[in-house]
Structures are given as structure tokens and as C-alpha cells.
């Protein structure tokens, strides 16, 4: 079982980019800066492995050796993430093909097949000689296999590939006309009559079959984690006890981390949330994610930036003070770990422009690595936090599968996203600093007084009465529009929509309506609720409710369906279900979700003047409320009764005290 008991802090360290004569310094800074946790090898493939035949890891016992002298732990990479020139040239077949038939070609990263046997020979080969080398060093604290899996490369559609698909399809549905059914082949003579007729989902005339690409990204997610498997395998067998993990990137559509989650010892990920966009609440949405995926066990941050990227059209610095902000954010929302890309900014290649740790000064002079240095000497202080838990009352339905199919093509509007369907009702309980856990729509949601399920679009049986059930024995449903539309083949349910969530939601939609772009309609509430109530501007989309048990909160405005339901709610057993069948401005999501968790029983984290995050961990040495200025300005924060001390500055404060934030300021308070 997975087991930290400290704060882990540190960066990507690539030395094999610099002369050895570097690396006494590397040492130095490490030192002055709290750093604990270095990942190395990441992309040293090359430099491990020069050619086919030859190994060189005289390197990297070196580097290992400083290391643990130095008393920094080392993350070591399988360093599989980049195969090596001498891969592509020697074996071209080891390369993946795009959608058209052309393979990518070396000089960039993450070329590989996923399904090349080629690929995956060379990369267990390799991953056994590291830890069969590494395995008794004292400086192993854990393996970071390969690096962002898919980030560039979800897809392959080679003859390999195409093959396994086929294969994967025949022990998914047994017989042709299974599939035939399930895809719906009837339309446009998709009709298969053998196995090897069905292709991938290459280049097309027009929309792909919905049901064949829904299946393929799923063949993908399983192939990609074929990959991680193999890995993992080899490394526990040589390696037992030693933690492995990969790390995840968010909100990242292509891999399914709820699969992913349970073959990880601990959940690590990459953030780099814009600064241009100002309070990272996607971030903080991600964050909620991580830990979400292994049942609320604390996640480390692997990679963020210092100051700023090098990947978006302008890339903006991170202003004093927002770095440390953004990484106590981190810590707050469960992270026991904050490391950054990179140690030492690079001085050639493709993220030579992408900041880190230690900048191209090369030395402590520079306002970043002062930065770097305060925050990790700070959290030397927050041991006590390690371990502990995030407390949440209300989750939020997330499903990967269904971002795949509501996002498919040949959609009544294109522009229904399900992230931003997320957004925005978790930004809505964000800002009320009501702790959110996300949750599969099969799980056991029976801890929660408030689940929400946005867009929900693709719904099994099983999940259909799981959230019916969850309603029924007392619980708080919200439902947003195009939800319980399509069964896990994207095939309509028959019977009106939301067919499987008619009876928990109390109504029927008779029809849709997809508003243009630019256009809107008005909401008004009907005063069926004390704490809803006012106009507000709608979006997207429009429902046409027929209620049958539900009670309108709201109703349009405008249009044909003037006086229609907008939004309801239907009582339903012991418990109570929402609706909403537009896309609705945030302030009525605000109001609508802070009413709903106050009848719910919910109360914030601590009542905090706006622009101020607060969350709560708990765990075995303590409970920490983590108080977090995002404002812009000062701000004061009435403490409730207690008695606290601050980790950070160690002042002490008593009942009813008040704690002053500066902007960007943090607090984290050990409940006494």
C-alpha cells in the first residue's frame, strides 16, 4: 500500500542535456531550494540505449549516486516515452500512421505505434534492464513509466492496428451481426457480412459510423493501457514494493483515468493552467478529478510551470505571487506533492522558451527561483497535511465514455461540450467553497447529499437505476439537458427523451430546440423556490418540457415555448430531482446550486468573502482549513469557533478571530 510521509517537492531533472560539471551545482540549488523528489530519464532512451545493441547506464548510476548523497529521491522513468532514431530508421514499422495512411516521422516525440510489436519488444527490454539495475539503490522512491501517454499520438491506423481492432471487436461482440445491431449498420448499407470488411474509422466522405468510432476510441484507451500493463508488470515482478504510476493530464479526453486509476499506486498529474484566464478553476476542477480517481487518496502534481509555457499562441508569465497561490491551491484540493517541468530551463530544443526551477540565469538570482525556493522551504512545514483527506458532501457524474460519444459528430448542436457542461456546475459549487468529489455514474453515490449529472447524454441500464436508486432512498439529483439520450452504443432510447430518466427527473422533453450562435433566450423563476429567484439569459439550448409530476422553478421568456419549464424539480421517494433544460448565464447556476445544497444540508467549507478559496482536509494528525486569496485584493475572513494555527507563519488565532489575506496571500490552519 501506498505510503508518503512527507511533502514531496522537485522538478523534471534532465543533467543528460548539460556536462557532468553542472551537476554539483544542480546539487547546490537543490539543496538551498527543499528540494526532496527529482523524475529523471525521462527522455533519455537515446542516451541509454545508443544503439540497437548497446547499452549505456554508467551515466545514470552517477546521477543516482549524487542523488541520494545529496538526500533527493529519484522518480526514475522507464524512459519509453521517445524511441530513439536508430527504432525509427531500422524499423519504420515501429512508427504511427494518421488517418490518411502517413506515418509520423521521427525529430519530434511519442512517434511510436502503440501497437507495434517493435515498439513494445525494445520498450520492455529496457524497462527490465533499469530495474533489474536500479532495484536495491537507495535513492528508488518510485518508477514514472513512460511520460503522458497519448498526449500527441491517440490514435494510430496502421495494417497492425487495424487487425487488433477487428480482434478486439470479435471478443466484444461475438458474432458479426451483434455488431451489425449495435452499430446500426442498416443505415447507409453499413451492413458487414464478415469480419474482415469492418475498417478503421479512417478518412471519410462525410460523419463515420457513431457506434464504430465510440468503439475504436475505446479499442485505443485499452491499447494505450496495454502499454502501461507491460510495463508495470515487469517492473512489479523485479521491483515489488516499489510505487509505479504514469502521469495524467486533467480533463484529457482520449484515455479513460477511471480505468486507468486502479493500476496506479498514486495518482500523479500534469497542470498548466493560462494565466491569461485568470482563477484557475479548471485546475482546480482537475485537481478534484485526481483525487477523485483512486476514492479521495492524495495525488502529487508531476509537472507545472514556474513562470510560463512555451505551446500556446501567447504565453503568459505566471505574476509574483501566483505560482506559490496556484501550488497551495494544489496542496489544498489534496495534492501531497508539488514538482514542476522542469529543474533547469533548457537551453536548445523544442521547450528551450518553457520556464523552470532554475531559468537560463543559471543561478538563486533570478525572481523565479526565489520563488521556487520560499514555497519549497515552506512546505517542509505541512507533513501534518500529508496523508489527509479532502471532506466533500456533493459529486459531480463524470463519465469519459460519455464525452466520447455526446462529441461525436451529427449532433443537434455541435457546440455542447461536456467539459464546459461540467464547468458549469462545478464552478458554481466552487465558488460557494462546497468540496466536490467526481464520481462514475455506477458508483455508490450513498455519502452524498448532492450529485449532479451534466449533460449525461450516453446512460446504461445500469447507471439509469443507480441514479434513480440514489434518489429514491433520499439523495439530491440535478440533471442538465441532453442527458439519458443514447444507450452505450449511441442508440437512441426509445420512448421519449430523457427515455431511462423519465421517472426520477418527473417529465418528458417532447422536443429541443438549438439556439443559434449569438442567440439567447430569458429564464424567470416561478417562486416554487424562496431562495430562486429573478431573470437570467440562457443559451445553447432550449428543451420543450412536458411535466408529468415535476414542479417548473423556472420558465422561458421567449419563443414559442414562452411559459414552458425551463428548470423543475420532482420529488421522488425520499429524495428530490432537478432538471434543467437550457444552458443558463452563471448567476443562475449560483443561485440555483447554493439553494439546492442549503436544503440539502451542505454548508461551505467556511464563509469566506468572494474571490476566496477555503477547503478543508482531514486526516490522522489533524484538520487543516486552507484559506486561499484568489481576489486581486486584501481580504478578511471571520474565523468560526476554535482555536487554529497557522503552518505557514505560526500565528495563532482564537474564537471568532479574523485572518487577513494579502492578494495572492495563503493560510493554512491547523484546527487545535
Same mark, same amino acid.
Given at each position: 500500500m501506498?505510503?508518503?510521509?512527507?511533502?514531496?517537492?522537485?522538478?523534471?531533472?534532465n543533467?543528460?542535456?548539460?556536462?557532468?560539471?553542472?551537476?554539483?551545482?544542480?546539487?547546490?540549488l537543490?539543496?538551498?531550494?527543499?528540494?526532496?523528489?527529482?523524475?529523471?530519464?525521462?527522455?533519455?532512451?537515446?542516451?541509454?540505449?545508443?544503439?540497437?545493441?548497446?547499452?549505456?547506464?554508467?551515466?545514470?548510476?552517477r546521477?543516482?549516486?549524487?542523488?541520494?548523497?545529496?538526500?533527493i529521491q529519484?522518480d526514475l522513468?522507464?524512459?519509453?516515452?521517445s524511441p530513439?532514431?536508430?527504432?525509427?530508421?531500422n524499423?519504420?514499422?515501429?512508427?504511427?500512421?494518421d488517418?490518411n495512411?502517413?506515418?509520423?516521422?521521427?525529430?519530434?516525440?511519442?512517434?511510436?505505434?502503440?501497437?507495434?510489436?517493435?515498439?513494445?519488444?525494445f520498450?520492455?527490454?529496457?524497462?527490465?534492464?533499469?530495474?533489474?539495475?536500479?532495484?536495491?539503490h537507495?535513492?528508488?522512491?518510485m518508477?514514472?513509466?513512460?511520460?503522458?501517454?497519448?498526449?500527441?499520438?491517440?490514435?494510430?491506423?496502421?495494417?497492425i492496428?487495424?487487425?487488433?481492432?477487428?480482434?478486439?471487436?470479435?471478443a466484444?461482440?461475438?458474432?458479426?451481426?451483434?455488431?451489425?445491431?449495435?452499430?446500426?449498420?442498416?443505415?447507409?448499407?453499413?451492413?458487414?457480412a464478415?469480419?474482415?470488411?469492418v475498417?478503421?474509422?479512417?478518412h471519410?466522405?462525410?460523419?463515420?459510423?457513431?457506434?464504430q468510432s465510440?468503439?475504436?476510441?475505446?479499442?485505443?484507451?485499452?491499447?494505450?493501457?496495454?502499454?502501461?500493463?507491460?510495463?508495470?508488470?515487469?517492473?512489479?515482478?523485479v521491483?515489488?514494493?516499489?510505487?509505479?504510476m504514469?502521469?495524467?493530464?486533467g480533463?484529457?479526453?482520449?484515455?479513460?483515468?477511471?480505468? =486507468?486509476?486502479?493500476h496506479? @499506486?498514486?495518482?500523479?498529474w500534469?497542470?498548466?493552467?493560462?494565466?491569461?484566464?485568470?482563477?484557475?478553476?479548471?485546475?482546480?476542477?482537475?485537481h478534484?478529478?485526481?483525487?477523485s480517481l483512486?476514492g479521495?487518496q492524495?495525488?502529487?502534481?508531476?509537472?507545472?510551470?514556474?513562470g510560463?509555457?512555451?505551446?500556446?499562441?501567447?504565453?503568459?508569465l505566471?505574476?509574483?505571487?501566483?505560482?506559490?497561490?496556484?501550488?497551495?491551491?494544489?496542496v489544498a484540493?489534496?495534492?501531497?506533492g508539488?514538482?514542476?517541468?522542469?529543474?533547469?530551463?533548457s537551453?536548445?530544443?523544442?521547450?528551450?522558451?518553457?520556464?523552470?526551477?532554475?531559468?537560463?540565469t543559471?543561478d538563486?538570482?533570478?525572481?523565479?527561483?526565489?520563488?521556487?525556493?520560499?514555497?519549497?522551504?515552506?512546505l517542509k512545514?505541512l507533513?501534518?497535511?500529508?496523508?489527509?483527506?479532502?471532506?466533500?458532501?456533493?459529486?459531480i457524474?463524470?463519465? =469519459?465514455?460519455?464525452?466520447?460519444?455526446?462529441?461525436?459528430?451529427?449532433?443537434?448542436?455541435?457546440?455542447?461540450k461536456?467539459?464546459?457542461?461540467?464547468?458549469?456546475?462545478?464552478?458554481?459549487?466552487?465558488e460557494?467553497?462546497?468540496?466536490?468529489?467526481?464520481?462514475?455514474?455506477t @458508483?455508490?453515490?450513498s455519502?452524498?447529499?448532492?450529485?449532479?449529472?451534466?449533460?449525461?447524454?450516453?446512460?446504461?441500464?445500469?447507471?439509469?437505476?443507480?441514479?434513480?436508486?440514489y434518489?429514491?432512498?433520499?439523495?439530491?439529483?440535478?440533471v442538465?439537458?441532453?442527458s439519458?439520450?443514447? @444507450?452505450?452504443?449511441?442508440?437512441?432510447?426509445?420512448?421519449?427523451?430523457?427515455a431511462?430518466?423519465?421517472?426520477?427527473?418527473g417529465?418528458a422533453?417532447?422536443?429541443?430546440d438549438a439556439?443559434?450562435?449569438?442567440?439567447?433566450?430569458?429564464?424567470r423563476?416561478?417562486?416554487?423556490k424562496?431562495?430562486?429567484?429573478?431573470?437570467?439569459?440562457?443559451?445553447?439550448?432550449?428543451?420543450?418540457?412536458?411535466?408529468?409530476?415535476?414542479?417548473?422553478?423556472?420558465?422561458?421568456?421567449?419563443?414559442?415555448?414562452?411559459?414552458?419549464?425551463?428548470?423543475?424539480?420532482?420529488?421522488?421517494?425520499?429524495?428530490?430531482?432537478y432538471y434543467v433544460?437550457?444552458?443558463?448565464?452563471?448567476?443562475?447556476?449560483?443561485?440555483?446550486l447554493?439553494?439546492?445544497a442549503?436544503?440539502?444540508?451542505?454548508?461551505?467549507a467556511?464563509?469566506a468573502p468572494?474571490?476566496v478559496?477555503?477547503?478543508?482536509?482531514?486526516?490522522e494528525?489533524?484538520?487543516?482549513?486552507?484559506?486561499?486569496?484568489?481576489?486581486?485584493?486584501?481580504a478578511?475572513?471571520s474565523l468560526?469557533?476554535?482555536?487554529?494555527t497557522?503552518?505557514?507563519?505560526g500565528?495563532?488565532?482564537?474564537s471568532?478571530?479574523?485572518?487577513t489575506?494579502?492578494?495572492n496571500g495563503?493560510?493554512i490552519?491547523?484546527?487545535?
Amino acid at each position: 500500500m501506498y505510503r508518503q510521509r512527507q511533502m514531496y517537492y522537485g522538478g523534471d531533472y534532465n543533467p543528460d542535456q548539460w556536462p557532468e560539471s553542472v551537476w554539483a551545482d544542480d546539487m547546490r540549488l537543490m539543496r538551498m531550494a527543499g528540494v526532496n523528489m527529482a523524475s529523471i530519464a525521462i527522455f533519455s532512451w537515446a542516451k541509454l540505449q545508443p544503439t540497437e545493441t548497446t547499452y549505456d547506464f554508467e551515466w545514470l548510476d552517477r546521477l543516482m549516486d549524487l542523488m541520494h548523497e545529496n538526500g533527493i529521491q529519484a522518480d526514475l522513468a522507464t524512459a519509453t516515452a521517445s524511441p530513439p532514431a536508430w527504432m525509427a530508421k531500422n524499423y519504420p514499422e515501429s512508427l504511427a500512421v494518421d488517418e490518411n495512411g502517413v506515418p509520423f516521422g521521427f525529430g519530434s516525440r511519442q512517434h511510436y505505434n502503440p501497437n507495434s510489436p517493435v515498439y513494445r519488444k525494445f520498450a520492455a527490454e529496457l524497462v527490465r534492464r533499469l530495474a533489474e539495475r536500479y532495484k536495491n539503490h537507495p535513492a528508488l522512491a518510485m518508477w514514472h513509466i513512460n511520460n503522458e501517454y497519448a498526449c500527441h499520438v491517440q490514435q494510430d491506423f496502421s495494417d497492425i492496428t487495424e487487425r487488433k481492432f477487428r480482434d478486439w471487436l470479435k471478443a466484444r461482440y461475438g458474432t458479426i451481426e451483434e455488431l451489425n445491431d449495435r452499430w446500426g449498420t442498416a443505415f447507409w448499407s453499413q451492413r458487414y457480412a464478415e469480419w474482415d470488411e469492418v475498417p478503421l474509422p479512417k478518412h471519410t466522405p462525410t460523419f463515420p459510423n457513431p457506434g464504430q468510432s465510440l468503439d475504436f476510441a475505446r479499442f485505443m484507451d485499452d491499447c494505450i493501457l496495454e502499454l502501461y500493463l507491460m510495463e508495470k508488470e515487469i517492473l512489479n515482478e523485479v521491483t515489488p514494493g516499489v510505487p509505479v504510476m504514469t502521469n495524467f493530464m486533467g480533463f484529457f479526453k482520449p484515455l479513460d483515468y477511471w480505468k =486507468w486509476a486502479p493500476h496506479l @499506486d498514486v495518482v500523479t498529474w500534469d497542470s498548466y493552467p493560462d494565466p491569461h484566464e485568470g482563477r484557475p478553476y479548471d485546475a482546480a476542477m482537475a485537481h478534484d478529478l485526481m483525487r477523485s480517481l483512486r476514492g479521495g487518496q492524495p495525488f502529487l502534481l508531476m509537472e507545472q510551470v514556474s513562470g510560463q509555457v512555451n505551446w500556446r499562441q501567447r504565453n503568459a508569465l505566471k505574476k509574483p505571487g501566483v505560482m506559490r497561490l496556484w501550488s497551495y491551491e494544489t496542496v489544498a484540493r489534496g495534492g501531497d506533492g508539488i514538482l514542476f517541468f522542469q529543474w533547469r530551463q533548457s537551453r536548445a530544443g523544442a521547450e528551450k522558451w518553457h520556464s523552470a526551477m532554475v531559468t537560463h540565469t543559471g543561478d538563486e538570482h533570478s525572481r523565479i527561483y526565489r520563488e521556487v525556493a520560499q514555497l519549497g522551504n515552506e512546505l517542509k512545514k505541512l507533513d501534518d497535511v500529508v496523508g489527509s483527506r479532502v471532506e466533500a458532501q456533493a459529486a459531480i457524474v463524470f463519465d =469519459w465514455e460519455n464525452w466520447w460519444a455526446l462529441e461525436l459528430p451529427s449532433k443537434p448542436s455541435s457546440d455542447v461540450k461536456y467539459i464546459e457542461q461540467i464547468r458549469n456546475v462545478y464552478r458554481a459549487l466552487h465558488e460557494a467553497n462546497i468540496g466536490v468529489d467526481f464520481v462514475k455514474p455506477t @458508483d455508490d453515490l450513498s455519502k452524498y447529499k448532492l450529485v449532479a449529472a451534466p449533460a449525461l447524454y450516453m446512460v446504461t441500464a445500469e447507471a439509469a437505476a443507480n441514479l434513480e436508486q440514489y434518489t429514491k432512498q433520499g439523495g439530491t439529483l440535478l440533471v442538465t439537458f441532453f442527458s439519458g439520450m443514447v @444507450d452505450e452504443n449511441d442508440r437512441v432510447h426509445l420512448g421519449g427523451y430523457p427515455a431511462p430518466l423519465r421517472k426520477v427527473l418527473g417529465l418528458a422533453v417532447e422536443e429541443f430546440d438549438a439556439l443559434a450562435e449569438g442567440a439567447s433566450n430569458r429564464i424567470r423563476a416561478t417562486g416554487a423556490k424562496p431562495w430562486l429567484s429573478g431573470e437570467w439569459k440562457a443559451e445553447l439550448w432550449a428543451d420543450v418540457i412536458r411535466l408529468e409530476g415535476a414542479e417548473p422553478l423556472a420558465v422561458f421568456a421567449e419563443d414559442f415555448y414562452a411559459g414552458g419549464a425551463a428548470a423543475t424539480v420532482h420529488a421522488f421517494g425520499a429524495g428530490r430531482a432537478y432538471y434543467v433544460g437550457t444552458f443558463p448565464e452563471p448567476a443562475f447556476m449560483s443561485a440555483l446550486l447554493r439553494g439546492v445544497a442549503a436544503e440539502c444540508g451542505i454548508a461551505p467549507a467556511i464563509e469566506a468573502p468572494h474571490g476566496v478559496e477555503a477547503t478543508v482536509r482531514a486526516g490522522e494528525n489533524g484538520r487543516f482549513t486552507f484559506l486561499l486569496n484568489h481576489s486581486g485584493a486584501a481580504a478578511v475572513v471571520s474565523l468560526p469557533e476554535g482555536r487554529y494555527t497557522d503552518l505557514l507563519t505560526g500565528a495563532s488565532y482564537g474564537s471568532s478571530a479574523k485572518v487577513t489575506l494579502e492578494p495572492n496571500g495563503v493560510a493554512i490552519l491547523k484546527h487545535e
